[in-house]
């Protein structure tokens, strides 16, 4: 259209993206000093009413073309080739922390073990207070700083349900930061045709962008009804616009998947 070569194009989605993400990086800082990290546990408490929680870990797999002579390295349990975006999320659904670019059959809990904030969390780089914690699901490696919820399969108390009451009403904060990402920003609706280099500047690119508008636009770009609300006199989840959404993009896609297999016009 633009009578612009393709592999011209391909390079200048990489530069781009490096010149947004460059600029934009201040917005996703992982706290240095433990005055930081102990604003996030009060910011935390305040809205959320989760004590000495410093953030939220969660990994979203980002579906791709599979990259030649790989085999199956980025084949993941649910059946897609993707990379793995690993990332810690504040209370204001904003992304802190990323990842990008781990071969999608990785587990969880090994994206954790190999990420520099690991490495830094484990050399005590990042100042990180005695008694902060993360939240994640029961897929990460338990630690210290870490805190899972109690096993399904067990008979569990009435403490230990109301913490995992309170653990899984606080993931949900990633879940929507995911979910709001990949409803506004619609690379996301199907498998992105570009090498792993520049998928990773890519999602680097959008999760700045992310924070970057919800700290400058949030009413606008995270418009009412967006995320999950919790209604606490009927005892439910209203579930977020996003995710409606982003289930209509997966039925699009499946379907011209399925076009394509029957090599229809």
């Known amino acids: 259209m633009y ?32 005055e930081e990290w102990k604003e996030i546990q009060n910011n935390f408490y305040c809205r959320w009413n989760f004590p000495n929680r410093c953030r939220v870990l ?16 980025y084949f993941n349990y649910k059946g897609t080739f993707t990379i793995i975006l690993f990332a810690s999320v504040d209370e204001n659904y904003s992304f802190r922390y990323n990842d990008v670019s781990t071969k999608g ?12 904030l690991n490495a830094a969390l484990q050399a005590n780089l990042l100042n990180f207070p005695k008694n902060g914690v993360f939240v994640a ?37 990633v879940e929507n930061a995911f979910g709001i990402l990949a409803s506004r920003l619609r690379i996301f609706e199907k498998s992105i045709p570009l090498a792993i280099d520049k998928v990773d500047i ?5 999760c700045a962008l992310h924070n970057w508008l919800r700290t400058t636009s ?48």
């Open 218 to 265: 949030s009413e606008k770009y995270t418009e009412m009804g967006a995320l999950d609300v919790e209604d606490f006199n009927a005892a439910r989840i209203i579930p977020g616009s996003w995710r409606s959404e982003i289930h209509e993009a997966n039925g699009l896609q499946a379907l011209r998947n399925n076009v394509g297999a029957r090599n229809y016009t």
């Open 3 to 34: 009578r612009v070569p393709k592999n011209t194009i391909s390079n200048f989605i990489k530069e781009v993206c490096q010149e947004i993400y460059n600029p934009l990086q201040e917005f996703m800082k992982v706290p240095q000093t433990e």
């Open 137 to 173: 699901d029961d897929a990460f490696p338990l630690k210290t700083f870490i805190l899972e919820p109690y096993g399904r399969t067990t008979c569990l108390s009435r403490k230990q349900k109301n913490f995992n009451y309170r653990l899984f009403r606080a993931r949900r904060i």
């Open 105 to 116: 059959r990785t587990s969880d809990a090994a994206v954790f073990s190999n990420s520099s």
């Open 202 to 206: 890519l999602v680097k690119t959008a």
């Open 58 to 73: 969660d990994v979203k797999h980002i579906i791709i073309r599979n990259a030649p002579h790989s085999g199956s390295e």
